[in-house]
């Protein structure tokens, strides 16, 4: 019998039982769905887990920690291959307060103290301008500007309650700072000022990647640390040194992703305590993989109990064709064939099923990473989950894949016991069948 003549023989089966093969490809579609659906959540976790952390930090970015007491050897770790730069990045860990103006705009605002030559060698993006060449020359973050308020504006926003869900009239500079210039004054706990000191803006840092994320630091070159300080001690009545006013934050920045992890070795040799996003990522990969397996795991046993009716299915053709297969055997078609033929309509059962449950998963999927954000966001208004993009179902083709082989794979054993049975059916009997 020729392969297109089997197919033939499948399909004609298949019609003649139509409601109880439809009964038995519905179960295995709703098994393969369950499956597919349920371990879809892991993938889309997983991947809004992962766009979070890498749309927040550096790939190429190792933060390192060293002890107090001992001075960060920069020469051993500029040494290490694909070493890129490393930055140096230093902040005010005294009680001094910064305040910022701008023609009639105060506000408030963190400063830090970076080499940026090296943040250059880093390749550290800014949104607008260029790095600083001179000592009163500062990057200022992409939101600086929207915190800084004029008398009037701060009057409206102490009339303003939480209740207010949208302001008429925008609050803050709407404009941007780049070739302004700013003056930068710090305040004591006891209320008194360091002498104002002016700043051109040369450039603006990069956007942050969320609405809800804002940036309104100043970023002044390292030289301006003593300078301060003086301001500082000169006002205050101290003596601090500058351990004691700054704390100091280093990081090492890589060639490419690729050569993270091998600094990061080298760096752990060299008994240094360090963070990289990629540790974070291969911890949260562990964590969603066993996830994956697990649920996996649990749709299988959905695909196994729609192969129960697999089965019954199978059992009850062979019964009814008993006489059939006996006129097969008769006129010369082998156990190979017979089995052949039932293992075949058994996959038959299975592919369909399948092809259902691939496209069912895709718009239950689609349909979830749709509506639920609006459904939690309806619920719960003041969570801002609408905001956070986040993926509750991502299918890859890997997923489609695993699952295909399940559900086929679990639908060709199911029929190949039945298919067995047919071929061990005696032709004298099967033909005294009426």
């Known amino acids: 019998m020729l392969f297109k003549d089997q197919i033939d023989f499948v399909r004609q089966h298949v019609k003649k039982n139509r409601m109880r093969i439809f009964t038995t490809v519905l179960a295995t579609t709703m098994g393969c769905a ?15 887990m992962k766009e979070e952390i890498l ?7 190792i933060e390192v920690y060293s002890n107090d007491e001992e001075k960060l050897d920069e020469k051993a770790i500029r040494n290490i291959p694909n070493v890129q730069a490393i930055v140096n990045k230093s902040n005010i860990q005294a009680s001094a307060f910064p305040t910022v103006k701008f023609e009639k705009r105060s506000g408030n605002s963190e400063i830090s103290f970076s080499n940026f030559e090296q943040a250059k060698k880093a390749k550290l993006k800014l949104s607008q301008g260029t790095y600083p060449s001179k000592k009163n020359e ?13 008398k009037q504006e701060l009057k409206e926003m102490e009339k ?13 500079l709407q404009q941007s700072l780049l070739g302004k210039e700013i003056t930068v004054a710090f305040q004591t706990e006891d209320d ?22 804002t940036d309104s630091t100043i970023q002044m070159d390292e030289a301006m640390k003593p300078i301060v300080l003086r301001d500082y001690n000169k006002v205050a009545d101290q003596k601090l040194k500058e351990k004691e006013f700054y704390y100091v934050s280093h990081a090492v920045y890589a060639t490419d992703l690729e050569a993270v992890k091998g600094i990061l070795k080298k760096l752990k040799s060299m008994h240094l305590s360090v963070y990289s996003v990629t540790e974070q990522l291969d911890q949260l990969n562990v964590f969603f993989l066993a996830l994956k397996i697990g649920l996996i795991f649990v749709g299988t046993i959905a695909v196994l109990i729609a192969s129960i009716g697999i089965y019954n299915t199978m059992t009850m053709a062979v019964t009814e064709r008993i006489r059939e297969i006996g006129v097969m055997k008769a006129i010369g078609a082998g156990p190979r064939l017979v089995q052949r033929l039932f293992v075949m309509e058994s996959a038959y059962i299975g592919v369909l099923g399948t092809v259902l449950a691939i496209l069912i998963s895709y718009i239950i999927s689609f349909a979830s990473n749709l509506l639920l954000p609006k459904i939690l966001e309806a619920v719960m208004p003041e969570s801002g989950i609408g905001e956070l993009g986040i993926r509750f179902s991502t299918i890859p083709w890997e997923l489609v894949l695993i699952a295909s082989a399940i559900s086929i794979g679990v639908a060709i054993l199911s029929g190949w016991r039945p298919a067995r049975k047919a071929t061990k059916i005696d032709v004298i009997q099967a033909l005294r069948q009426d």
């Open 34 to 48: 369950f499956l597919i659906v349920l371990a879809s959540i892991a993938f889309g976790l997983q991947g809004t």
């Open 192 to 213: 008194k000022k360091t002498k104002t000191r002016n700043y051109k803006v040369v450039g603006i840092g990069e956007k942050p990647v969320k609405e809800w994320l």
């Open 138 to 150: 500062v990057i200022v973050g992409y939101n600086l500007g929207q915190n800084l308020f004029t």
């Open 55 to 61: 749309s927040d930090s550096a790939v190429t970015k």
């Open 160 to 172: 303003e309650d939480d209740t207010t869900k949208e302001k008429k009239n925008k609050k803050g």
